[in-house]
């Protein structure tokens, strides 16, 4: 199924349906589907060949959906960038991923300014909102310039749903961030599973709180939502309060979060359920979401339906637990969709028996084309040739088919010749009453190698020591794999759909050690 098939089908159907709600501005399907194909008219314009890189630099507005749609009907490939990169990082993404033209929000205009000199590769500019901020980037042309006159119904292209149309950016918690080249079909199995498993249909309202250039909201709920002829509200930045008020406004139904907004949502001290009396659904990924912020959740919502998902922008979903196997199976991610096919194996690639630690590989329609760019990480992502991608995940299937995280193969601590892994850690330290968030990683010993140690944040108004956690834990986990240090933090570097970056933290203590990560 091709993406632009979605948005055009949704409009046959719901013509004068609201689709996008941004702040006070509403765009009904027909006019939305016009839009798309205009967008796509002016890139054709541009010269640009089919398989085009169009880079867009924005936070969540009506213009990036128009974007996702107008690109993909162009044959081009939309690369969603990162609007937390610094320059530097801003200049290495847009030049490796070879764009030929970047779509920025106004307010990010003297960013785009500083780098332009370095991307000779970039041949247009288009601004979004203010266009006299175009003038800062070199002479950009406001996107409604861009869009007007040209023809509204769909530009004749021949695109095949095998082509490439959209590129996201891992979050970087190691190394720097890879290009996720993903084809019209990877991306529509994606969200068939996501309609599936969230039950998503043309009634909801769906809230995008999360950055539309990651995956999480535009893959998983963004485009879904669309293919269904559901509304989307777009929220530009994350805000407890503005949450609440867009849900109470809107009527919101459905949301995708990551585990730290849900975190800031349970503890935020105005919660009122009655704000929130319309939302029904929640799906969450990106990283753990401790046990007791799922608890409090369902606690405080009893309406609402928790939906847990895994995957990865490689692979889209490759699993879900739905909220009826609540509180059976918490602490699973649930099982394999209907339409991808998940296994655990061995370093070898032979699956291993149920319940035993593996690496957790996919197979089939979902999964990328390539790391753009990146010919020996693709290799090692593909590593056997036999059709399945290597997650770097590590965990276990039961015999009911459920899929349990243990941790990143890359963040496996070996200590005196032990493995242990942070995650089981983690969830001892999450056991406490006090315990918010924590993050547990290896650190230097001359003796061991690497122990674990640990960085914590309380919950608001809770109190607790070292001594007491470490006991904790000690009462939980064999002694060898206790934390052997205990950091109390405010707060945690993060990756922008709330990923704790591991990496920031456990730098610092190998300055001039060696470690294989």
């Given at each position: 199924?091709?993406?632009?098939?979605m948005?055009?089908?949704s409009?046959?159907?719901?013509?004068?349906?609201?689709a996008?709600i941004?702040?006070?501005?509403?765009?009904?399907?027909?006019?939305?589907?016009?839009?798309?194909?205009?967008?796509?008219?002016a890139?054709?314009?541009?010269?640009?060949?089919?398989g085009?890189?169009?880079?867009?630099?924005?936070?969540?507005?009506?213009?990036?959906?128009?974007?996702?749609?107008?690109?993909?009907?162009?044959g081009?490939?939309?690369?969603?960038?990162?609007?937390l990169?610094?320059?530097?990082?801003?200049?290495?993404v847009?030049?490796?991923?070879d764009?030929e033209v970047?779509?920025?929000?106004d307010?990010f205009a003297?960013?785009?300014?500083?780098?332009?000199d370095?991307l000779?590769?970039?041949?247009h500019?288009v601004?979004?909102?203010?266009?006299r901020?175009?003038?800062?980037a070199?002479?950009a042309r406001?996107?409604?310039?861009?869009?007007k006159?040209?023809?509204g119904?769909?530009?004749?292209?021949?695109?095949?749903e095998?082509?490439?149309?959209?590129?996201?950016?891992?979050?970087?918690?190691t190394?720097?961030p890879?290009?996720?080249?993903?084809?019209?079909?990877?991306?529509?199995?994606?969200?068939h599973?996501?309609v599936?498993?969230?039950?998503?249909?043309?009634?909801?309202?769906?809230?995008?709180?999360t950055p539309m250039?990651h995956?999480?909201?535009?893959?998983?709920?963004?485009q879904?939502?669309i293919?269904?002829g559901?509304?989307?509200?777009?929220?530009?930045?994350?805000?407890?309060a503005?949450?609440?008020?867009l849900?109470?406004?809107?009527?919101v139904?459905?949301?995708?979060m990551?585990?730290?907004?849900?975190t800031?949502?349970?503890?935020?001290?105005?919660?009122?359920?009655?704000?929130l009396?319309?939302?029904r659904?929640?799906?969450?990924?990106?990283?753990?979401?401790?046990d007791?912020?799922?608890?409090?959740l369902?606690?405080?919502l009893?309406g609402?339906r928790?939906?847990?998902?895994?995957g990865?922008?490689?692979?889209?979903?490759?699993?879900?637990?739905?909220?009826?196997?609540?509180?059976?199976?918490?602490?699973?991610?649930?099982?394999?969709?209907?339409?991808?096919?998940?296994?655990?194996v061995?370093?070898d690639?032979r699956p291993?028996?149920?319940?035993?630690?593996?690496?957790l590989?996919?197979?089939g329609d979902?999964?990328?084309i390539?790391?753009y760019?990146e010919?020996?990480?693709?290799?090692?992502f593909?590593?056997?040739g036999d059709?399945?991608?290597?997650?770097?995940d590590l965990?276990?299937?039961d015999?009911?088919?459920?899929?349990?995280?243990i941790?990143?193969s890359?963040?496996?601590?070996?200590s005196?010749g032990?493995?242990?892994?942070?995650?089981?850690i983690?969830?001892a330290?999450?056991?406490?009453?006090?315990?918010?968030?924590?993050?547990?990683?290896?650190?230097?010993?001359?003796h061991?190698g690497?122990?674990?140690?640990a960085?914590?944040?309380?919950k608001?108004?809770?109190?607790?020591?070292v001594?007491?956690?470490?006991?904790?834990?000690?009462?939980?986990?064999?002694?060898?794999?206790?934390p052997?240090?205990?950091v109390?933090?405010e707060?945690?570097?993060k990756?922008?759909?709330?990923?704790?970056?591991?990496?920031?933290?456990r730098d610092?203590?190998?300055?001039?050690?060696?470690?294989?990560?």
């Amino acid at each position: 199924m091709l993406t632009g098939d979605m948005l055009r089908r949704s409009a046959a159907r719901f013509p004068d349906k609201t689709a996008v709600i941004w702040g006070e501005s509403r765009l009904r399907y027909r006019d939305f589907d016009t839009a798309a194909n205009r967008l796509a008219h002016a890139l054709l314009d541009l010269g640009l060949a089919k398989g085009a890189k169009v880079a867009i630099l924005s936070r969540n507005r009506t213009e990036y959906a128009i974007a996702f749609f107008g690109s993909a009907r162009a044959g081009t490939v939309l690369v969603n960038v990162s609007v937390l990169y610094a320059p530097a990082e801003l200049a290495y993404v847009l030049d490796k991923a070879d764009a030929e033209v970047l779509i920025f929000e106004d307010l990010f205009a003297e960013k785009v300014a500083e780098v332009r000199d370095a991307l000779p590769g970039i041949r247009h500019y288009v601004v979004l909102g203010d266009s006299r901020s175009g003038r800062l980037a070199g002479g950009a042309r406001s996107f409604d310039d861009l869009l007007k006159g040209r023809p509204g119904d769909e530009p004749k292209i021949a695109i095949d749903e095998r082509d490439p149309f959209c590129m996201t950016y891992t979050g970087g918690t190691t190394g720097r961030p890879k290009g996720v080249l993903v084809s019209h079909r990877a991306r529509a199995v994606t969200a068939h599973t996501v309609v599936v498993e969230e039950r998503l249909e043309s009634r909801d309202v769906v809230a995008i709180v999360t950055p539309m250039f990651h995956v999480a909201a535009l893959n998983i709920m963004f485009q879904p939502a669309i293919l269904v002829g559901a509304t989307v509200s777009l929220l530009a930045k994350w805000d407890v309060a503005d949450f609440r008020r867009l849900v109470a406004r809107d009527r919101v139904t459905a949301a995708f979060m990551v585990p730290t907004q849900a975190t800031m949502l349970v503890q935020a001290a105005e919660f009122d359920a009655a704000e929130l009396a319309s939302w029904r659904k929640l799906s969450f990924a990106g990283a753990p979401m401790p046990d007791w912020v799922q608890r409090a959740l369902m606690e405080k919502l009893p309406g609402l339906r928790l939906t847990q998902i895994y995957g990865q922008s490689e692979m889209g979903v490759i699993a879900a637990l739905p909220h009826w196997r609540l509180p059976e199976k918490l602490g699973s991610v649930g099982r394999m969709p209907f339409n991808a096919d998940i296994a655990c194996v061995d370093p070898d690639g032979r699956p291993v028996p149920p319940g035993e630690i593996g690496e957790l590989v996919s197979r089939g329609d979902n999964l990328m084309i390539e790391y753009y760019g990146e010919p020996e990480q693709t290799a090692a992502f593909f590593r056997h040739g036999d059709g399945w991608g290597w997650s770097g995940d590590l965990g276990t299937i039961d015999a009911d088919g459920f899929v349990t995280l243990i941790d990143r193969s890359k963040e496996m601590i070996i200590s005196g010749g032990e493995n242990i892994y942070p995650k089981e850690i983690e969830n001892a330290l999450y056991e406490h009453p006090s315990v918010a968030e924590c993050a547990v990683f290896g650190i230097p010993d001359d003796h061991f190698g690497e122990v674990p140690a640990a960085h914590v944040a309380l919950k608001s108004g809770a109190g607790t020591s070292v001594g007491e956690l470490e006991a904790h834990c000690t009462s939980r986990l064999a002694r060898f794999k206790r934390p052997r240090l205990i950091v109390f933090v405010e707060t945690f570097p993060k990756t922008a759909i709330g990923k704790i970056q591991k990496t920031v933290i456990r730098d610092a203590y190998w300055q001039g050690r060696d470690r294989e990560i």
